[in-house]
């Protein structure tokens, strides 16, 4: 799952990236509203996490135009005001979450993962398909009851894969969510992935729609 963090304080946005991505998740960075606007204008996120009081264009700012634009984004508030109207103006202007500074890091990454969640119409927090069993939270994958062994990136790409069963999703959209910005992506790397993803858990898992993209049929 990959995120956009818009924090303009270096030593919150440092630490806050390095938590969320010792959780497992692909944070990209970025210290103002207009730069923030044009990275969700470029690429796909799973999640925005929103700062408020940002230079150049505040964050009310960034999502009032973001829902205004039709972007559904799911959109966590992560702020230091913490006055009830603060609260009711963002939720107002189409934020799903808000939490108040100084938080707690799993905290965060739970909110994080249960708005993604809520996004693709799931209850459950735990992926299942056939005897496939991945948590998300636990960072644990088991096919009928016997765990795993797979790597941060399989994880996710089997991750994105499970969550979006039933739809192709073409290799721009995996590379986007599976690689953030600066890291270097070799032209073969989602192949190899999906090669030992289906070498460890069955060579029929993962279908290719050539042309297009992979995708799993829904369990």
């Not at 210290?31 to 940002?54: H, N, P, S, T």
């Not at 799993?106 to 496939?132: F, I, M, N, T, W």
Request: no cysteine.
């Amino acid at each position: 799952m990959r995120v956009l963090l818009v924090e303009d304080d270096v030593l919150l946005g440092d630490g806050l990236a390095a938590g969320l991505r010792d959780a497992g998740l692909g944070v990209d960075w970025v210290r103002d509203g207009v730069a923030a606007e044009a990275a969700l204008a470029a690429e796909q996120f799973a999640a925005l996490i929103l700062d408020l009081g940002l230079p150049r264009r505040d964050g009310l700012s960034v999502l009032s135009r973001l829902r205004q634009a039709g972007n559904s984004i799911p959109v966590l508030i992560l702020t230091a005001r913490d006055q009830v109207a603060d609260k009711i103006g963002a939720l107002d202007l189409g934020a799903d979450d808000y939490v108040v500074k100084p938080f707690d890091l799993d905290e965060v990454a739970a909110r994080l993962r249960a708005l993604v969640r809520r996004a693709h119409g799931r209850a459950q927090a735990v992926l299942e398909h056939g005897d496939l069993r991945l948590d998300p939270a636990g960072r644990s994958l088991t096919q009928a009851g016997v765990p795993v062994a797979v790597t941060p990136r399989e994880f996710n790409l089997l991750q994105l894969l499970l969550e979006n069963s039933g739809r192709v999703l073409t290799r721009r959209v995996l590379e986007e969510q599976l690689y953030s910005w600066g890291e270097a992506v070799e032209s073969n790397a989602l192949e190899v992935h999906i090669h030992h993803l289906r070498r460890k858990l069955g060579g029929d898992l993962i279908r290719t729609v050539r042309g297009v993209g992979y995708m799993m049929e829904r369990g």
